[in-house]
């Protein structure tokens, strides 16, 4: 074993901390690692929640106020680096991970490692990463460079709360940045049902609904099936649904029991984000798509067809 | 205002991708510009336009034996190209390429700076914020509209939940989402008018960069198969698509069992 200590960015949300933090604080100390979890913006709370999943030590930023944090968040580590090396430093991938991730490797001149869905504990920790949709998985690693900057995809570990101890928590002061951008308001766009992350079944929409009013029947078959709807990144960029409904690379990551993808041709943008589904069934006018080689159940045929009567089936076993 | 855009030239991605024998990304086909990079340069040019002086700048870095891709965004109405092109930088790392983009930017340090969210062939990420830390400044990520009002740069920026309007002080590095503007057709006075501007092509060497530290620090292990399930039934739809689904949602549990 070679890793002994990890450092794991835990990004605050709502007075918690994201699920992918907890999945990353899960993973670091199932590696058998020391871990410090680092938090800014959160909850008196927060400490007993990061030793729950396995983390020793906080250090805690404090409120930051309505900034992006990235920069202050990357300062403060690279100061907090100067007085000891973790084996890595593991970051959610958010946009705030992502940005924070960014910054850290240019303050310390080091290499990131970014999309990883795996790591593993070798001579060096090694990390895993998939491509062309996933059906590769790349096993990379950094050379001559600690602490290692990993950034995790949401959902490539599970989260168990198995530590039972409140982690040691220190409050670290934080180093500011001239180079901030400042949030003037935050908009929050309705939505009902089940959250998408956590929903058993989703269904999602891509170009092949032909137009915007038709998602109303991805919404319909979503709310007949307890699930949440989800969309491609194709028609969250052409303004159908909004971007918190994206699966994919740069959406979120779901793992249901059920995965219904109409009319999506399956770009590797939107499989790396849905493969994991226990079932997944498939609506393409076209044969050769590439959603129909991950697929349970394939049909081939048009979703303004196919999709009006399946509606019309269940609604009629309701 | 003068805006710089980052924009890259990537393999055509509807064709079928395979790596070379060092396990990187084989670029030895052609090469298209990146679909993602046209939101930037649109952005760009709006802002510019707006503004009522100024230019559109391209910073690329990669192969320069063809640059049909830039001149492409050329022909959307940007006016001059610099493109780094090295035998040493084959490999590099998202932070080398920053640190190569921003020896560039930083000869004329423009108001804005503007990048993709992403590139469609590597998915890394994070070499706009890299970028922006090089040279000092503040990045905006993940804008799905970009204005600029009175010396700050004003984005919405996507969130989990919605958006955030977020602001900042020129000059400043913002990444845009594809989608986020409609980018224009070049025109073929667009096309003809690229054809005379300057694609200028620098070295490592040329950029007093020291070779040393642009060596790849991250590796590639291995490339294994996933172990990905089959593909299974596949119908076409022959007015039984519906009921088949059904049966098959009946199979996996999600709905009970029909009675009959």
């Known amino acids: 074993m070679s890793v002994s200590n990890l450092w794991v960015l835990a990004e605050p949300a709502r007075g918690d901390v994201t699920t992918t933090s907890k999945e990353l604080i899960s993973e670091a100390r199932r590696l058998g690692a020391t871990v410090t979890a680092i938090t800014w913006g959160a909850n008196d709370d927060v400490a007993r929640v990061v030793g729950s999943y396995g983390a020793s030590r906080l250090w805690d930023l404090g409120d930051l106020g309505a900034i992006l944090p990235a920069s202050v968040v990357a300062n403060t580590v690279a100061s907090l680096l100067e007085g000891e090396t973790p084996d890595a430093v593991l970051i959610p991938a958010s946009n705030d991970g992502r940005d924070i991730a960014g910054r850290l490797s240019a303050r310390l001149d080091t290499p990131v490692l970014t999309n990883v869905t795996g790591l593993r504990d070798g001579a060096t920790l090694e990390s895993e990463h998939p491509i062309f949709g996933g059906t590769h998985t790349v096993l990379a690693r950094l050379r001559d460079s600690a602490p290692g900057l990993f950034v995790v995809r949401a959902k490539s570990f599970s989260a168990t709360p198995d530590g039972v101890d409140v982690a040691l928590r220190e409050s670290v002061t934080p180093v500011t940045s001239s180079r901030t951008a400042t949030i003037r308001s935050s908009h929050v766009e309705e ?107 394939g049909v081939v045929g048009d979703v303004q067809r196919v999709l009006p009567a399946l509606i019309e089936l269940l609604k009629a076993r309701a | 205002m003068n805006v710089v855009v980052c924009v890259k030239q990537i393999p055509d991605p509807a064709a079928t991708p395979s790596l070379d024998a060092e396990h990187r990304l084989d670029r030895s086909g052609k090469l298209i510009l990146d679909e993602a990079d046209t939101y930037g340069v649109e952005v760009a040019l709006r802002l510019v336009e707006a503004s009522g002086d100024g230019e559109v700048s391209l910073v690329s870095m990669g192969d320069a034996t063809d640059v049909t891709g830039i001149r492409s965004a050329l022909a959307m109405g940007a006016m001059r190209a610099t493109v780094v092109s090295d035998p040493l930088l084959k490999g590099a790392d998202a932070l080398t390429t920053a640190k190569v983009l921003a020896a560039v930017i930083s000869r ?129 739809d022959d007015g039984e698509g519906a009921a088949r689904i059904v049966a098959f949602l009946e199979r996996i549990k999600i709905l009970a069992g029909s009675a009959s």
């Open chain 2, 108 to 236: 004329d340090v423009p108001d804005l700076v503007l990048a993709a969210t992403e590139s469609s062939d590597g998915y890394t990420g994070t070499l706009p914020v890299q970028l922006a830390e090089l040279l000092g400044l503040p990045a905006l990520t993940f804008a799905t509209s970009v204005a600029v009002e009175s010396g700050d740069v004003v984005v919405h920026r996507q969130t989990e939940l919605g958006y955030d309007e977020v602001v900042a002080a020129l000059p400043a590095v913002v990444t845009v989402t594809a989608g986020v503007v409609e980018p224009r057709y070049a025109t073929f006075k667009g096309i003809m008018a690229a054809k005379s501007r300057t694609v200028e092509v620098l070295s490592v060497a040329d950029l007093g960069l020291d070779a040393s530290a642009l060596v790849p620090r991250q590796e590639v292990v291995s490339v294994e198969l996933a172990a990905t399930k089959n593909a299974g039934e596949k119908y076409v």
């Open chain 1, 191 to 297: 939505r009902n049902g089940p959250a998408l992350e956590d929903a058993k079944v989703v269904v999602s929409g891509g170009r092949g609904l032909g137009d915007a009013s038709s998602y109303a029947l991805v919404e319909e078959l979503a709310r007949l099936l307890d699930g949440a709807p989800g969309a491609s990144r194709a028609i969250v960029d052409a303004g159908w649904v909004p971007y918190s409904h994206q699966v994919g690379q740069t959406g979120k990551t779901v793992k249901p029991d059920l995965y219904v993808a109409c009319g999506i041709s399956g770009a590797t943008q939107h499989m790396v984000g849905m493969k994991g589904a226990a079932n997944v069934i498939a609506i393409n006018k076209d044969p050769d798509a590439p959603i129909f080689a991950i697929s349970d159940f």
